[in-house]
């Protein structure tokens, strides 16, 4: 199955964070925060503004980002879970390392 967000919304999947931390530890599922970043699966048309315009979404298919701790939706289809949540939720993109030193 597929899902298609409408309007302004965005299907988000959460990236894990690792298991252990430096010292070796491993922290249970039960202690661990659910993380703030994930990747973004599908996104809606756009925006539709009072005057009828659809103003196109900023993020895009494959865009890391980081949204609040309490945003959106979960939804779980096939046995993924998925968050959705509207685009002005989103608190930014992520650039990957070698696009913000100013590397192609």
Known sequence: MKVRPLHDRVL???IEEQETIR?????????KEKPQEGEVVAVGTGKRLED???VPLE???????LFGK??????????????IL?????LGILATAGKA????
């Open 86 to 90: 509207r685009e002005d939720e989103i």
């Open 52 to 54: 009828g315009k659809v």
């Open 70 to 83: 309490y945003s959106g939706t979960e939804i779980k289809v096939d046995d993924n879970e998925y968050l």
């Open 101 to 104: 030193a100013g590397k192609k």
């Open 12 to 14: 988000i999947k959460r």
């Open 59 to 65: 993020v895009k298919e494959g865009d890391r980002v």
């Open 23 to 31: 010292g070796g530890i491993i922290i249970p599922d039960t202690a």
